[in-house]
């Protein structure tokens, strides 16, 4: 299998402090260190709570976010953060809400061709060709094309959304809670959608989600984020049914994963640590039932070959 993606030591710091004429109070690490591989026609999920650093992660990868340390490379050339048409050529963002992502004030016509003038410098002819094919690829009629945003479906709207983002032809999609937003049913179809397209162009899909059910079953491999960190890391249909993490399990316990029942969480404290004040070990351990004075201390490194867990005291995984 060959890399589509590569984080090494990507890390995002914000600046924090009491208004612009006042120093600075001090740093908010949103994304500490992270270095993994994505394989190119890989689904990769990456879960946690609110707060956690995803939407960060997500907006580094695709450009609207400056990096503070580290490097994002795709099909083994660096990203510069100099030019974002290379960004835009070849990683690109789902969003959240489909509707309020697309600009109101225009129709979708003109929000398909943003991209491939601003991207391709495509004229005319060479921008229709390309919004006839991605619309049938999409399951949406050409007749949208000349309407506005608000006159879709929830549904509809992410079909357009996806159909930007494939318009740029790049082969890397980041999808950012792309069905939290819709009804049940539509979920469904959106998702099937996804699957669809993922075999048609080759994709490679970061898959981001507070709902573990749908993340397990859309990936390959998931990814848990803690507190800015990767605490643990391995094939999809493991990770829940076996936790190594202490975290990961009390995810695992308080969410419907299919085929582990619902049990009662060991840790209570849902509070995160202070992100201006973190604690110098494992950030985890104050919520940690397996704690020790080492977890307090030292910060556990992401380890193991499969499966992977940042812990000291890692569950056996049964
Ligand atoms: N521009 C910013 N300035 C200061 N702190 C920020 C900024 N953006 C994010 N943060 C902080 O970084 C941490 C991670 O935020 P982020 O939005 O990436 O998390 P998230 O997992 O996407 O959460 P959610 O699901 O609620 O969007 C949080 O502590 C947040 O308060």
Redesign the pocket.
């Known amino acids: 299998m060959t890399e589509a993606l590569k984080l090494t030591e990507l890390s995002k710091s914000?600046p924090?402090g009491g208004g612009f004429l006042a120093a600075s109070r001090g740093t908010?690490k949103?994304?500490h260190p992270i270095s993994l591989t994505v394989q190119q026609g890989e689904t990769l999920g990456i879960v946690?709570?609110?707060?956690?650093?995803?939407?960060?992660?997500a907006r580094m990868l695709v450009g609207l976010l400056e990096p503070t340390t580290g490097t994002i490379e795709i099909d083994g050339a660096a990203l510069d953060n100099a030019d974002p048409a290379i960004f835009g050529k070849r990683i690109q963002y789902v969003f959240q809400d489909p509707i309020s992502s697309l600009n109101p004030r225009k129709t979708i016509r003109q929000i398909m061709e943003a991209p491939l003038k601003r991207l391709y410098g495509m004229d005319r002819a060479q921008r229709d060709t390309r919004i006839s094919e991605i619309f049938a690829s999409v399951n949406l009629r050409e007749e949208f094309l000349e309407r506005y945003p608000h006159e879709f479906s929830g549904g509809q709207a992410q079909r357009i959304g996806i159909a930007r983002a494939l318009a740029a032809n790049a082969r890397i999609l980041i999808l950012d809670e792309p069905v939290s937003a819709l009804d049940v049913s539509v979920q469904a179809q959106v998702l099937n959608l996804l699957a669809d397209l993922k075999k048609e162009f080759s994709l490679t899909y970061l898959f981001i989600s507070?709902d573990l059910a749908v993340v397990e079953a859309v990936s390959d491999r998931i990814a848990v984020?803690y507190f800015?960190s990767v605490v643990e890391l391995g094939p999809a249909e493991e990770i829940f049914r076996a936790p190594r993490h202490p975290y990961t399990k009390l995810l695992a316990d308080s969410a419907p994963v299919v085929g582990r029942p619902l049990t009662a969480p060991e840790s209570k404290d849902t509070e995160l640590p202070d992100?201006l004040n973190p604690p110098p070990g494992c950030a985890f351990a104050a919520r940690c039932p397996r704690s020790s004075d080492r977890c307090r201390k030292e910060v556990p490194r992401l380890e193991g070959d499969r499966v992977q867990a940042a812990c000291f005291h890692p569950l056996d995984g049964d």
Do not use: D, N, Q, Y
Not at 48 to 57: D, R
């Open positions: 914000f924090v908010v949103a994304v946690g709570e609110s707060g956690c650093g995803k939407s960060t992660l507070h984020l800015g992100p």
